[in-house]
C-alpha cells in the first residue's frame, strides 16, 4: 500500500515549457486534490476532485488543468509555465471530502 | 470566508520540555474540523491530530494534546515531553462539515517552525 505517489519529486521547466505532474493513490479514496505551498502562504488549494470525471477550481487554479478519468490518477497539467509557478506542489487524497487527507511527498519545481 | 491564523512563525523548545503551538480561526459556520499537520524536513504532511468541532472533548494523540476553545475559535497544539523528531514546520488547518462551496478545501495556516533544542 504505497498511499499517495507524486512524481516527479523535482523539476526545473524553463518560462513557456508545459508538463504533467503526476498524482496516483491505491486507497480508493473518491476525493483528490492539489495544492501549492509558498513561503509565508501555507498551502492553497488548486483544484479538486470529488469522484472520477468530477472536477473543480480551489483558490488558485490560474495556469493549472486537471482531469480525474480514474478514480487512482490525478494529474496536473502547466500549460505555460512561469516563474510565479515556482512551488512545491502537494498532491492530497481522502475518503470522502471531509475526511483525513493524505499527501504525497510533493514537487519542487523551478520555472526559470 | 473562513481563514486560519498562526501568529507564532517561529517556537524552541527544550528537548523533554513542554511547547503550546497557537491557532485561531475565523468561521461563521457551526460545525467544522480542525486539524494539526506536521511537515519535518523530508516535506512529507503528516495528520498528527483531529478535531470535530461538535465534540467537546480536546483530542489528544500520545505526547499530542489540542486546548479547542469554540467560542474563542481556538485551537492550540500542546506537545508534551518535547523529542528531536519533533522538530517540524506545523500547520493548522479547518476544513467546513458541510459539503459545498468554500469549505470543501482545507484551509491552512502559515505554519509555526518548531525547534527542539537538545
Known amino acids: 500500500n504505497a498511499g499517495v505517489t507524486q512524481t516527479p519529486k523535482f523539476q526545473v521547466l524553463k518560462t513557456g515549457q508545459s508538463m504533467t505532474l503526476q498524482c496516483a493513490q491505491d486507497m480508493n479514496h473518491e476525493y483528490m486534490s492539489w495544492y501549492r505551498q509558498d513561503p509565508g502562504m501555507g498551502l492553497r488549494l488548486i483544484h479538486y476532485s470529488v469522484g472520477a470525471g468530477i472536477t473543480d477550481q480551489g483558490e488558485v487554479p490560474n495556469g493549472y488543468n486537471v482531469s480525474r478519468s480514474t478514480t487512482e490518477d490525478f494529474p496536473l497539467r502547466l500549460l505555460s509555465a512561469a516563474p510565479s509557478q515556482t512551488s512545491v506542489y502537494f498532491c492530497?487524497?481522502?475518503?470522502?471530502?471531509?475526511?483525513?487527507?493524505?499527501f504525497g511527498q510533493g514537487t519542487r519545481l523551478t520555472v526559470v | 470566508a473562513q481563514t486560519v491564523t498562526q501568529s507564532q512563525p517561529e517556537m524552541s523548545v527544550q528537548e523533554a520540555e513542554t511547547v503550546t503551538l497557537s491557532c485561531t480561526y475565523d468561521?461563521?459556520?457551526?460545525?467544522?474540523?480542525l486539524f494539526w499537520y506536521k511537515q519535518p524536513p523530508s516535506r512529507q504532511m503528516i495528520l498528527v491530530i483531529r478535531?470535530?468541532?461538535?465534540?467537546?472533548q480536546n483530542a489528544t494523540e500520545n505526547r499530542f494534546s489540542v486546548n479547542f476553545q469554540k467560542a474563542a475559535k481556538s485551537f492550540s497544539l500542546k506537545i508534551s515531553d518535547s523529542q528531536l523528531g519533533d522538530a517540524a514546520m506545523y500547520f493548522c488547518?479547518?476544513?467546513?462539515?458541510?459539503?459545498?462551496?468554500?469549505?470543501?478545501?482545507?484551509?491552512f495556516g502559515t505554519g509555526t517552525l518548531l525547534a527542539v533544542q537538545p
Open positions: 478535531q470535530e468541532a461538535y465534540k467537546q
Open positions: 488547518a479547518y476544513r467546513g462539515a458541510y459539503y459545498g462551496g468554500a469549505t470543501n478545501k482545507l484551509i
Open positions: 468561521t461563521s459556520e457551526s460545525d467544522y474540523y
Open positions: 492530497a487524497s481522502s475518503r470522502q471530502w471531509n475526511t483525513e487527507a493524505f
